[in-house]
């Protein structure tokens, strides 16, 4: 299968098989040098089971994750997210040309990075059906998904996706290792610790490309120009702060101080009171 219709079967086949397609389906060695890109569906395909809802459901607070239902609803939340980045990424893949072997490259680490959540929301669903959990029975949102609707470039796409939402799950994925840790959750513990460890070489996916694009300009700066409008840097952080893990992926010491630093007015950026 070649890439370009690999992402085109995650975006609008909507069983959760088609969504966890393997990789070795898969043939990387024989990329369209030629696609010249096409628009990306309002929403991803969904089949009944795991389809989007407006429903609000609240994350639970940490203190409550003792509670073993508790635990896997916020592990469901997690899972969530993971659906949703594999069909972000899938659908970078589909709407951007793909015209040099500088395409190619920054084609095939989105597809790397794919791959690793693919692997993350398996371990989800096998946690929690661990603990009495089967993914699709809470509500699913598309937060994520509606925040690269309008992303036109690569750049402001791994604006949003690898320096804000894998930029803030360095953070979630080790404070919530931590808490799993406290609670004498192993399992789940080392399910957040690997997602970790893997965000800080998505985050630097991120940093590489936007390095190399950038330009005589900042790294800062021109990671805020490809912000879309309601989507700020504090959005890029989580309850805790991970600076070493930032550092190993590569991101520099201004724009580690200042994304540490920013401060907005939105409520729902306020982390710590999540606690």
């Known amino acids: ?19 966890l397609i393997d990789r070795s389906f898969v043939n990387l060695k024989n990329i369209d040098i030629n696609y010249t890109g096409t628009s990306i569906p309002q929403s991803p395909a969904r089949a009944a089971d795991i389809k989007i809802s407006q429903e609000q459901v609240k994350f639970p607070r940490a203190r409550s994750l003792g509670d073993q239902k508790r635990r896997g ?4 939340f997690f899972a969530n997210h993971e659906l949703l980045a594999i069909e972000m990424l899938a659908a970078a893949i589909y709407k951007f040309p793909c015209l040099n072997d500088e395409d190619v490259a920054f084609k095939k680490s989105l597809y790397s990075t794919l791959v690793d959540e693919q692997k993350h929301l398996q371990l989800y669903i096998k946690r929690m059906k661990d603990l009495g959990i089967k993914f699709g029975d809470y509500p699913l949102n598309d937060f994520f998904w509606r925040s690269i609707l309008n992303v036109e470039t690569p750049h402001q796409f791994l604006s949003v996706m690898a320096l804000t939402f894998e930029s803030a799950n360095l953070d979630f994925s080790r404070y919530y290792a931590q808490v799993f840790e406290k609670l004498g959750d192993d399992k789940s513990a080392e399910i957040m610790n690997e997602i970790y460890r893997d965000e800080i070489s998505h985050v630097a996916v991120g940093a590489h490309w936007l390095k190399k694009w950038r330009g ?7 990671y805020l120009s490809g912000l879309p409008s309601l989507l700020t840097p504090a959005r890029a952080k989580g309850i805790i702060f991970e600076k070493q893990a930032r550092e190993k992926a590569g991101l520099d010491e201004d724009f580690i101080y200042k994304l540490d630093n920013y401060r907005d ?4 950026t306020a982390r710590k009171e999540w606690k």
């Open 216 to 222: 005589d300009r900042d790294l800062w700066s021109y």
């Open 265 to 268: 007015e939105f409520q729902i």
């Open 1 to 19: 299968m070649e890439l370009h219709e690999f992402a085109k079967n995650i975006l609008f086949e909507g069983d959760l098989k088609s969504k």
């Open 73 to 76: 609803l916020a592990l469901h």
